[in-house]
C-alpha cells in the first residue's frame, strides 16, 4: 500500500498547455519533496515544501504544500518537451530520520 | 561539489549469487539512504545509515543488508539474488538526519538472470 498517491499515472499533453499534478495522502507530512527522473537516472531535486499552505515557484513550475501538509500538487504553466519525465512526490515523517515515502509518479510527455 | 557516485552503473548477475553496491554521498553529507526502484512497487526504502549505524530499515527481507565506512560512503549488499530483485538501486544522500533535503545518485541497475 502506498502512503502517497499520485494523479494522473500518465500525461501526454502539446506544448506550451498547463497540467497540474495532485499528491495525496491521509498521512501528516513533515515536510514534502517532488523530483524529476528521466529515464535509467536518479530522481533530481526540484523543490522541498516544509510548511501547510506554502507555495513555492521555480520558473514555470509552481509547488503547493496543503494546509493540513497531507497533499502537495505540482502546476506547470506553458509546459516544454524538456518538462518531459517522471515526476515523484516524497513525503517525510516526524521520528522517522531520512526514510522517505515516495507517490506513486506522474509519467508527463510533453509532445513538440 | 561532486554529486552523489553510484558504483557500478550497470551490473548482471546469475540467480543466487550475491552483489555489493558502493555509494559515495556528497561531501559533508553524513547520511545515506539505499531505495530499490522497480516499474511495478515504485521506490521503496531499504535502509538509512547515519555515523555507521543502521538507523532505519524497510520491508525487505534479511538478504539485503548494508554498512557504512567513517568517510560516509556506504556500501549495500543483497546474498542469494532472485529474479525480482532486478531493479534500479538509488542512494540518496543528506546532510544529517534532521534536515529534510535528499540527493540522489544516478543509481545502479542491477539485472537477475
Known amino acids: 500500500t502506498q502512503l502517497l498517491e499520485q494523479s494522473p499515472q500518465f500525461l501526454s499533453i502539446q506544448e506550451g498547455e498547463n497540467l497540474t499534478v495532485y499528491c495525496n495522502s491521509s498521512?501528516?507530512?513533515?515536510?514534502l519533496q517532488w523530483y524529476r527522473q528521466e529515464p535509467g537516472e536518479g530522481p533530481v531535486l526540484l523543490v522541498t515544501?516544509?510548511?501547510?499552505?506554502e507555495v513555492k515557484k521555480l520558473k514555470r513550475l509552481t509547488f503547493q504544500f496543503g494546509d493540513a501538509r497531507k497533499d502537495s500538487s505540482l502546476h506547470i504553466t506553458a509546459a516544454q518537451p524538456g518538462d518531459t519525465g517522471l515526476y515523484l512526490c516524497?513525503?517525510?515523517?516526524?521520528?522517522?530520520?531520512?526514510?522517505?515515502?515516495f507517490g506513486t509518479g506522474t509519467s508527463l510527455t510533453v509532445i513538440p | 561539489k561532486a554529486g552523489v557516485t553510484q558504483t557500478p552503473r550497470y551490473l548482471i548477475k546469475t540467480r543466487g549469487q550475491q552483489v555489493t553496491l558502493s555509494c559515495s554521498p556528497i561531501?559533508?553529507?553524513?547520511?545515506v539512504s539505499w531505495y530499490q526502484q522497480t516499474p511495478g512497487q515504485g521506490l521503496q526504502f531499504l535502509f538509512e545509515?547515519?555515523?555507521?549505524?543502521?538507523?532505519n530499515k524497510g520491508n525487505f527481507p534479511g538478504r539485503f543488508s548494508g554498512r557504512q565506512f567513517s568517510n560516509s560512503r556506504s556500501e549495500m549488499n543483497v546474498s542469494t539474488l532472485e529474479l525480482g530483485d532486478s531493479a534500479l538501486y538509488l542512494c540518496?544522500?543528506?546532510?544529517?538526519?534532521?534536515?529534510?533535503?535528499?540527493?540522489f545518485g544516478q543509481g545502479t541497475r542491477l539485472t537477475v538472470v
Open positions: 515544501v516544509v510548511t501547510g499552505g
Open positions: 540518496a544522500s543528506s546532510l544529517d538526519r534532521a534536515k529534510t533535503e535528499a540527493f
Open positions: 561531501s559533508g553529507h553524513r547520511s
Open positions: 498521512s501528516v507530512f513533515s515536510s
Open positions: 516524497a513525503g517525510r515523517q516526524l521520528n522517522t530520520g531520512n526514510q522517505f515515502y
Open positions: 545509515y547515519f555515523s555507521e549505524t543502521q538507523r
